[in-house]
C-alpha cells in the first residue's frame, strides 16, 4: 500500500510540475525584419497632426495638414517576445492651420515590435514644439499596420477627457517610399514539443543568408550555437542534443531557438523535461 501510494503521489507531482511548465510556453513569435544601425527615417507624405475633440465631445478636430521630418532609428535591444529601437533626433515641421506659421517639434522616443501571436507594435515619444510645448505621446500596444522596416501608427497625447493630440506617424528609411514591400519571411520551428530529449530544428529562408543559429535559456543566456555561416535558400535541419556549449546537460526547463540571418530574428519556444 505504501509503494502504491508512493508512486501515486510521484505521479501527481510531475503532473503538476509539466502542467506549469507547459504554461510557461510562449507560441512562435511571428518573424520580422530588423534595424541593426543607426539609419536616417523619413516621414512618408500622409503623416499629420490631429488636435481636438475625440470620442463623445463635440467640439471640432483639426488637422494641420503634411507632417514632414526625419529621425535617427536604431536596434537598442531584443528579448524573447520584442525588438526595442530608439528614436533620436526627431525634427519635424507642421504648417500651423490659418497662420502661414511652421510649427517644429523636436525631441526623442522609443518604438517596439513584436508579440505572442501576432506582430504588436508601440511608440512613446517625448516631444517639444516650438520650444515650447512639451508633451508625451504613447500609441499603446496596438497591430502592425505596415510591413517593417516601414512604420505606421498613430500617437497619442490626451489633454484631458476630450482633448486629444494624435501625430499619425507613417515613416521608413530615408528613399523607401515607394519600394514595394519585402519578400516572404524565413520560418523557424523546433520539434517535437514538448521535448524529453533534444529537439530538431529546421530554418527556412526565401534566399541564402548569413547567420547563426542558437539555443538559448529562458533568461535570454545562450546554452548551444547550432549553426554559423551561410545558409542556403529552402530548408536547414540541425538536432540538438540538449547539451551545453560545454557538453553537459542543459537539464529542463523552457529553452529558445533563436536564428539571426541577416537584418531578421526569429525565435521559437519550446520546452524539455524528464
Known amino acids: 500500500m505504501r509503494s502504491a501510494a508512493r508512486w501515486l503521489a510521484l505521479a501527481m507531482l510531475r503532473a503538476m510540475l509539466l502542467a506549469a511548465t507547459l504554461a510557461t510556453i510562449t507560441p512562435v513569435r511571428p518573424a520580422i525584419a530588423q534595424v541593426l544601425d543607426p539609419i536616417q527615417y523619413a516621414l512618408f507624405t500622409k503623416s499629420d497632426l490631429t488636435y481636438g475633440c475625440t470620442g463623445p465631445c463635440a467640439c471640432p478636430q483639426v488637422s494641420t495638414g503634411p507632417l514632414a521630418g526625419t529621425f535617427t532609428f536604431y536596434r537598442t535591444g531584443v528579448d524573447p517576445l520584442y525588438t526595442h529601437y530608439a528614436l533620436l533626433n526627431i525634427v519635424w515641421r507642421y504648417p500651423v492651420p490659418g497662420t502661414g506659421k511652421t510649427a517644429i517639434i523636436t525631441g526623442h522616443g522609443t518604438y517596439d515590435i513584436g508579440g505572442e501571436f501576432a506582430l504588436t507594435q508601440r511608440m512613446q515619444l517625448d516631444v517639444t514644439t516650438d520650444g515650447v510645448l512639451q508633451q508625451h505621446f504613447d500609441s499603446g500596444l496596438v497591430p502592425v499596420r505596415a510591413p517593417f522596416p516601414s512604420i505606421e501608427i498613430d500617437v497619442h497625447a490626451p489633454m484631458n477627457v476630450c482633448v486629444d493630440s494624435i501625430l ?93 540571418i541577416g537584418a531578421q530574428t526569429v525565435t521559437q519556444g519550446f520546452v524539455r523535461f524528464r
Open 168 to 260: 499619425h506617424v507613417i515613416a521608413g528609411p530615408q528613399g523607401t517610399e515607394s519600394v514595394p514591400p519585402s519578400g516572404p519571411a524565413m520560418r523557424l520551428t523546433a520539434s517535437p514539443n514538448p521535448t524529453r530529449a533534444g529537439a530538431d530544428v529546421v530554418l527556412t529562408l526565401p534566399t541564402a543568408e548569413a547567420g547563426e543559429v542558437m539555443v538559448l535559456n529562458v533568461a535570454g543566456q545562450s546554452v548551444a550555437r547550432l549553426a554559423h555561416g551561410t545558409f542556403p535558400a529552402g530548408e536547414s535541419h540541425w538536432h540538438w542534443d540538449g547539451r551545453t556549449a560545454s557538453g553537459t546537460d542543459a537539464g529542463a526547463g523552457v529553452f529558445w531557438v533563436r536564428a539571426l
